[in-house]
T-cell receptor, first 114, second 119 residues
């Protein structure tokens, strides 16, 4: 199993450009989520999904869109990139039927907005 | 108020010694879970250990143990017999609510503790 796969690993954008960070998991996990990590601030939740067709906002959703058309994929869209969105982005997934429902994270995507 | 507080920005420990990384949390939900993740310099997030609020015993996973003091709202990570490969950033995180609902995705993270293991 590949686990949680994120692409691209690195991306540089200019202010105002749009892009999509891809996330795919092959573990048949129902729950998926996107976090961002900024220096000195830990990880913060952007959006999450409890299953195909269902998404909800996290702590810092502004400037980001998500959709979940399949169980496997959960892309994160930046509609008009801003320098404040320079960060490392992590996608995560988990399976609700386990005791702990531990999040498995992807390797991260480093985004720089100029 | 911070939901997860890690007061040690950096820690040093000698190889083969034990080290405790502090974590305090704040919640009024009777059902919650506490997690520790390791982030090496390569950047990935590696799950280490979990403690549920209703678990009677402290969690252990190999060299990792969680010192769970519910009344004090603390969930300290203890690493025994430190190794050079333990040098990394360590994050404490909390889930509020049941692990079987959508809130399971909503972890609140602390700011982390950077651990450096020395010879």
């Amino acid at each position: 199993n590949a686990g949680v796969t994120q692409t691209p690993k690195f991306q540089v954008l200019k202010t105002g450009q749009s892009m999509t960070l891809q996330c795919a998991q092959d573990m048949n996990h129902e729950y998926m989520s996107w976090y961002r990590q900024d220096p000195g601030m830990g990880l913060r939740l952007i959006h999450y999904s409890v299953g195909a067709g269902i998404t909800d906002q996290g702590e810092v959703p502004n400037g980001y869109n998500v959709s979940r058309s399949t169980t496997e994929d959960f892309p994160l869209r930046l509609l008009s990139a801003a320098p404040s969105q320079t960060s490392v982005y992590f996608c995560a997934s988990s399976y609700s039927e386990t005791k702990a429902n531990v999040l498995t994270f992807g390797a991260g995507s480093r985004l720089t907005v100029l | 108020a911070q939901k997860i507080t890690q007061t040690q920005p950096g820690m040093f420990v000698q190889e083969k010694e034990a080290v405790t990384l502090d974590c305090t949390y704040d919640t009024s939900d009777p059902s919650y879970g506490l997690f520790w993740y390791k982030q090496p310099s390569s950047g990935e997030m590696i799950f280490l250990i979990y403690q549920g609020s209703y678990d009677q015993q402290n969690a252990t996973e190999g060299r990792y143990s969680l010192n769970f003091q519910k009344a004090r709202k603390s969930a300290n990570l203890v690493i025994s017999a430190s190794q050079l490969g333990d040098s990394a950033m360590y994050f404490c995180a909390m889930r509020e609510g049941s692990p079987h609902t959508g809130t399971a995705s909503k972890l609140t993270f602390g700011t982390g503790t950077r651990l450096q293991v020395t010879l």
